[in-house]
Protein backbone atom coordinates (compact mmCIF):
# COMPACT_ATOMS: atom_id res chain seq x y z
CA UNK A 1 0.00 0.00 0.00
CA UNK A 2 1.21 3.36 -1.08
CA UNK A 3 2.53 5.83 2.05
CA UNK A 4 1.75 9.16 2.15
CA UNK A 5 5.95 11.08 2.36
CA UNK A 6 7.50 7.66 2.06
CA UNK A 7 10.52 8.10 -0.75
CA UNK A 8 10.76 4.67 -2.59
CA UNK A 9 14.67 4.66 -3.86
CA UNK A 10 15.19 1.66 -6.54
CA UNK A 11 18.53 1.09 -7.54
CA UNK A 12 19.45 -1.64 -9.95
CA UNK A 13 22.97 -3.13 -10.37
CA UNK A 14 24.92 -6.02 -11.79
CA UNK A 15 27.29 -6.66 -8.98
CA UNK A 16 29.83 -4.29 -8.97
CA UNK A 17 30.00 -4.01 -4.68
CA UNK A 18 32.48 -1.29 -4.55
CA UNK A 19 30.34 1.39 -6.82
CA UNK A 20 27.07 0.62 -5.24
CA UNK A 21 28.71 0.99 -1.74
CA UNK A 22 29.11 4.50 -2.22
CA UNK A 23 25.81 4.80 -4.14
CA UNK A 24 24.37 3.51 -0.40
CA UNK A 25 26.19 5.69 1.55
CA UNK A 26 25.71 8.53 0.27
CA UNK A 27 21.98 7.35 1.42
CA UNK A 28 22.77 6.69 4.66
CA UNK A 29 26.05 8.99 5.65
CA UNK A 30 24.36 12.29 6.85
CA UNK A 31 20.54 11.46 6.89
CA UNK A 32 19.45 12.26 10.18
CA UNK A 33 15.52 10.21 9.16
CA UNK A 34 14.75 13.91 7.78
CA UNK A 35 12.26 12.24 5.31
CA UNK A 36 10.52 8.57 5.73
CA UNK A 37 12.68 6.63 2.92
CA UNK A 38 13.04 2.74 1.82
CA UNK A 39 15.85 1.68 -0.38
CA UNK A 40 14.96 -1.24 -3.04
CA UNK A 41 18.14 -3.28 -4.51
CA UNK A 42 17.37 -5.43 -7.22
CA UNK A 43 20.55 -7.34 -7.59
CA UNK A 44 21.00 -8.90 -11.34
CA UNK A 45 24.36 -10.39 -10.20
CA UNK A 46 24.41 -14.56 -9.58
CA UNK A 47 26.79 -14.15 -6.16
CA UNK A 48 25.71 -13.19 -2.64
CA UNK A 49 28.27 -10.24 -2.72
CA UNK A 50 25.53 -7.37 -3.20
CA UNK A 51 22.96 -9.14 -0.45
CA UNK A 52 25.97 -9.10 1.86
CA UNK A 53 26.26 -5.83 1.53
CA UNK A 54 23.00 -4.67 1.62
CA UNK A 55 22.83 -6.45 4.94
CA UNK A 56 25.30 -3.83 6.31
CA UNK A 57 22.42 -0.99 6.31
CA UNK A 58 19.26 -0.76 7.92
CA UNK A 59 15.44 -1.01 5.99
CA UNK A 60 17.16 -2.18 2.36
CA UNK A 61 15.26 -4.29 0.43
CA UNK A 62 16.86 -7.14 -1.25
CA UNK A 63 15.54 -8.60 -4.49
CA UNK A 64 17.26 -11.35 -6.53
CA UNK A 65 16.34 -11.05 -9.89
CA UNK A 66 17.47 -13.79 -12.91
CA UNK A 67 17.11 -11.44 -15.64
CA UNK A 68 19.07 -8.90 -16.89
CA UNK A 69 17.67 -5.43 -18.06
CA UNK A 70 17.36 -2.03 -16.87
CA UNK A 71 13.87 -1.50 -17.56
CA UNK A 72 13.02 -4.75 -16.46
CA UNK A 73 14.51 -4.74 -12.73
CA UNK A 74 13.11 -1.49 -12.29
CA UNK A 75 9.39 -2.53 -12.84
CA UNK A 76 10.34 -5.28 -10.28
CA UNK A 77 10.78 -2.54 -7.91
CA UNK A 78 8.24 -0.27 -8.91
CA UNK A 79 6.02 -3.26 -8.05
CA UNK A 80 7.63 -3.29 -4.74
CA UNK A 81 7.90 0.18 -3.42
CA UNK A 82 5.54 1.57 -0.86
CA UNK A 83 6.43 4.54 -1.11
CA UNK A 84 4.43 7.73 -2.70
CA UNK A 85 7.74 8.66 -4.17
CA UNK A 86 9.72 6.86 -6.61
CA UNK A 87 13.69 7.82 -7.53
CA UNK A 88 15.14 5.35 -9.28
CA UNK A 89 18.90 6.28 -8.63
CA UNK A 90 21.66 4.87 -10.52
CA UNK A 91 24.11 2.41 -9.03
CA UNK A 92 27.20 4.24 -10.10
CA UNK A 93 25.58 7.66 -8.76
CA UNK A 94 25.35 9.48 -5.09
CA UNK A 95 23.47 11.96 -3.64
CA UNK A 96 24.32 15.19 -2.29
CA UNK A 97 24.52 15.59 1.63
CA UNK A 98 21.76 17.67 1.81
CA UNK A 99 19.93 15.71 -0.31
CA UNK A 100 17.08 14.42 2.12
CA UNK A 101 17.19 17.57 4.09
CA UNK A 102 16.19 19.61 0.86
CA UNK A 103 13.43 17.19 -0.74
CA UNK A 104 11.25 16.60 2.65
CA UNK A 105 9.84 20.37 2.88
CA UNK A 106 9.59 20.13 -1.57
CA UNK A 107 7.84 17.25 -1.33
CA UNK A 108 5.41 18.12 0.71
CA UNK A 109 4.29 20.75 -1.09
CA UNK A 110 3.52 18.92 -4.39
CA UNK A 111 0.48 17.86 -5.24
CA UNK A 112 0.53 14.52 -7.37
CA UNK A 113 0.09 13.02 -9.27
CA UNK A 114 3.67 15.09 -10.44
CA UNK A 115 7.16 14.81 -11.85
CA UNK A 116 9.77 16.33 -9.90
CA UNK A 117 12.62 17.33 -11.69
CA UNK A 118 16.17 17.61 -9.71
CA UNK A 119 19.96 18.62 -10.26
CA UNK A 120 21.57 15.82 -12.00
CA UNK A 121 25.66 16.89 -11.65
CA UNK A 122 28.63 15.48 -13.11
CA UNK A 123 30.82 14.56 -10.00
CA UNK A 124 34.13 15.83 -12.15
CA UNK A 125 32.79 19.57 -13.15
CA UNK A 126 29.79 20.23 -10.96
CA UNK A 127 28.18 20.83 -14.22
CA UNK A 128 24.78 19.96 -15.21
CA UNK A 129 25.53 15.96 -16.21
CA UNK A 130 23.15 17.18 -19.64
CA UNK A 131 24.81 20.64 -20.55
CA UNK A 132 21.40 21.47 -22.37
CA UNK A 133 19.42 21.48 -19.17
CA UNK A 134 17.90 24.58 -18.10
CA UNK A 135 15.44 24.76 -14.96
CA UNK A 136 13.32 27.45 -16.21
CA UNK A 137 12.05 25.42 -18.99
CA UNK A 138 10.97 22.73 -16.57
CA UNK A 139 7.57 24.33 -15.93
CA UNK A 140 6.98 24.54 -19.24
CA UNK A 141 6.98 21.11 -20.41
CA UNK A 142 3.86 20.16 -21.82
CA UNK A 143 1.89 18.01 -24.95
CA UNK A 144 3.15 20.77 -27.37
CA UNK A 145 6.68 21.42 -25.70
CA UNK A 146 8.58 18.23 -25.92
CA UNK A 147 11.81 19.48 -26.13
CA UNK A 148 12.77 19.78 -22.64
CA UNK A 149 12.42 16.52 -22.11
CA UNK A 150 14.77 15.61 -23.86
CA UNK A 151 17.70 17.48 -21.16
CA UNK A 152 16.50 15.22 -18.29
CA UNK A 153 18.12 12.25 -16.95
CA UNK A 154 17.08 9.33 -15.29
CA UNK A 155 19.17 10.95 -11.84
CA UNK A 156 16.93 14.38 -12.17
CA UNK A 157 13.61 12.31 -11.82
CA UNK A 158 11.67 11.57 -8.56
CA UNK A 159 8.13 10.49 -9.65
CA UNK A 160 4.96 10.29 -7.44
CA UNK A 161 3.59 6.61 -8.17
CA UNK A 162 0.28 7.88 -9.47
CA UNK A 163 2.41 8.63 -12.65
CA UNK A 164 3.39 4.92 -13.42
CA UNK A 165 -0.62 3.62 -12.42
CA UNK A 166 -1.77 6.43 -15.09
CA UNK A 167 1.60 6.20 -17.84
CA UNK A 168 2.05 2.39 -17.25
CA UNK A 169 5.58 0.76 -16.53
CA UNK A 170 8.67 1.16 -18.18
CA UNK A 171 9.18 0.10 -21.39
CA UNK A 172 10.99 -3.03 -21.43
CA UNK A 173 12.27 -2.87 -24.65
CA UNK A 174 14.21 0.19 -24.43
CA UNK A 175 16.72 0.99 -21.29
CA UNK A 176 20.17 -0.98 -20.54
CA UNK A 177 20.41 -4.56 -21.42
CA UNK A 178 17.29 -4.38 -23.73
CA UNK A 179 17.18 -4.16 -27.67
CA UNK A 180 16.84 -0.44 -27.82
CA UNK A 181 19.63 0.05 -24.91
CA UNK A 182 18.70 3.46 -23.97
CA UNK A 183 15.94 6.31 -23.27
CA UNK A 184 13.22 4.35 -21.24
CA UNK A 185 13.31 7.26 -18.84
CA UNK A 186 12.60 9.66 -21.90
CA UNK A 187 9.73 7.25 -22.45
CA UNK A 188 7.91 7.64 -19.44
CA UNK A 189 8.51 11.38 -18.83
CA UNK A 190 7.25 11.67 -22.85
CA UNK A 191 4.19 9.55 -21.94
CA UNK A 192 3.26 11.91 -18.49
CA UNK A 193 3.76 14.84 -20.08
CA UNK A 194 1.61 13.50 -23.29
CA UNK A 195 -0.75 12.93 -20.54
CA UNK A 196 -1.07 16.43 -18.84
CA UNK A 197 1.38 15.40 -15.52
CA UNK A 198 2.59 18.20 -14.53
CA UNK A 199 6.60 18.74 -13.80
CA UNK A 200 7.90 20.69 -11.08
CA UNK A 201 11.60 21.81 -9.99
CA UNK A 202 13.29 21.38 -6.81
CA UNK A 203 16.30 23.63 -6.30
CA UNK A 204 19.58 22.60 -4.42
CA UNK A 205 18.82 19.08 -4.51
CA UNK A 206 21.56 17.68 -6.21
CA UNK A 207 22.74 14.05 -7.29
CA UNK A 208 26.24 13.24 -8.67
CA UNK A 209 26.93 10.47 -11.83
CA UNK A 210 30.52 10.26 -13.31
CA UNK A 211 30.49 11.71 -17.05
CA UNK A 212 29.42 9.20 -20.15
CA UNK A 213 32.36 9.84 -21.80
CA UNK A 214 35.38 10.55 -20.66
CA UNK A 215 37.80 9.15 -23.46
CA UNK A 216 37.13 8.29 -26.68
CA UNK A 217 38.17 5.00 -27.77
CA UNK A 218 36.44 2.19 -30.03
CA UNK A 219 35.09 0.83 -27.09
CA UNK A 220 32.84 3.89 -25.96
CA UNK A 221 32.12 4.58 -29.80
CA UNK A 222 30.50 1.13 -30.11
CA UNK A 223 28.68 1.68 -26.23
CA UNK A 224 27.40 5.20 -27.96
CA UNK A 225 26.40 3.08 -31.10
CA UNK A 226 24.00 0.66 -29.44
CA UNK A 227 22.59 3.70 -26.73
CA UNK A 228 21.70 5.48 -30.18
CA UNK A 229 20.05 2.61 -31.03
CA UNK A 230 17.09 3.40 -28.38
CA UNK A 231 16.89 7.14 -29.46
CA UNK A 232 15.82 6.47 -32.88
CA UNK A 233 13.78 3.26 -31.56
CA UNK A 234 12.18 6.12 -29.29
CA UNK A 235 11.36 8.64 -32.17
CA UNK A 236 9.38 5.62 -33.94
CA UNK A 237 7.57 4.79 -31.21
CA UNK A 238 5.85 8.21 -30.45
CA UNK A 239 5.88 8.82 -34.14
CA UNK A 240 3.74 5.47 -34.64
CA UNK A 241 1.83 6.39 -31.34
CA UNK A 242 0.42 9.60 -31.22
CA UNK A 243 -0.41 11.26 -34.37
CA UNK A 244 -0.81 15.43 -32.52
CA UNK A 245 3.31 14.58 -31.53
CA UNK A 246 4.31 12.39 -34.47
CA UNK A 247 6.05 15.25 -36.25
CA UNK A 248 7.76 16.53 -34.05
CA UNK A 249 9.56 12.60 -33.55
CA UNK A 250 9.91 12.66 -37.64
CA UNK A 251 11.83 15.73 -37.16
CA UNK A 252 13.70 14.50 -33.69
CA UNK A 253 14.73 11.56 -36.20
CA UNK A 254 15.71 13.67 -39.19
CA UNK A 255 17.77 16.28 -36.97
CA UNK A 256 19.06 13.50 -34.94
CA UNK A 257 20.85 11.55 -38.22
CA UNK A 258 21.34 14.73 -39.97
CA UNK A 259 23.77 16.77 -37.43
CA UNK A 260 25.92 14.20 -35.81
CA UNK A 261 26.31 12.86 -39.31
CA UNK A 262 27.84 16.89 -40.44
CA UNK A 263 29.73 17.03 -37.03
CA UNK A 264 31.46 13.40 -38.53
CA UNK A 265 32.34 15.59 -41.70
CA UNK A 266 33.50 18.35 -39.98
CA UNK A 267 35.89 16.23 -37.44
CA UNK A 268 37.06 14.41 -40.48
CA UNK A 269 38.13 17.64 -42.40
CA UNK A 270 39.80 18.73 -39.18
CA UNK A 271 41.71 15.14 -38.55
CA UNK A 272 40.22 14.30 -35.57
CA UNK A 273 39.28 10.90 -36.46
CA UNK A 274 37.79 9.18 -33.55
CA UNK A 275 34.94 12.20 -32.89
CA UNK A 276 34.73 11.91 -36.38
CA UNK A 277 33.57 7.78 -36.07
CA UNK A 278 31.67 8.84 -32.99
CA UNK A 279 29.23 11.29 -34.21
CA UNK A 280 29.35 9.11 -37.33
CA UNK A 281 28.28 5.67 -35.73
CA UNK A 282 25.66 7.71 -33.67
CA UNK A 283 24.23 8.92 -36.81
CA UNK A 284 23.73 5.27 -37.92
CA UNK A 285 23.21 3.74 -35.28
CA UNK A 286 19.80 6.09 -34.53
CA UNK A 287 18.84 5.45 -38.05
CA UNK A 288 18.97 1.96 -37.41
CA UNK A 289 17.12 2.15 -34.46
CA UNK A 290 14.38 3.94 -35.99
CA UNK A 291 13.94 1.24 -38.81
CA UNK A 292 13.95 -1.67 -36.42
CA UNK A 293 11.57 -0.94 -34.19
CA UNK A 294 8.53 -2.13 -35.30
CA UNK A 295 6.05 -2.16 -31.44
Same mark, same amino acid.
Given at each position: ?9 ? @? $? ?13 ? @? ?5 ? !? ?8 ? %? ?10 ? %? ?26 ? %? ?19 ? !? ?36 ? !? ?7 ? @? $? ?34 ? /? ?25 ? +? ?27 ? +? ?31 ? /?????? @? ?11
Amino acid at each position: MKQDNLLSII @I $CTLGSRDIIKRCLDS @IYIENTQ !SIKYEVIVVD %QSSTHNIERLCM %QYRDVIWVPSKNKGLSLNRNIGLSMANG %QWLYFLDDDAWLDQKFFINIK !SSLKNVKTPSVVIIDALRNDTGKYYVNRFNPNKIYKIN !SKNLSPIFT @I $CSLSAIFSKDVFNIVGSFDENLGAGAVFPSCEETDI /LIRASIANISFKYIPNTRAFHPPYIIN +IDDSMIAKAYKRAHGHGALYKKHSLKNKK +IQYFFYYKIIAGIIAPFLKSVLYLFSCRLLKSK /LFLFIS @IGKFKGFLLYNR
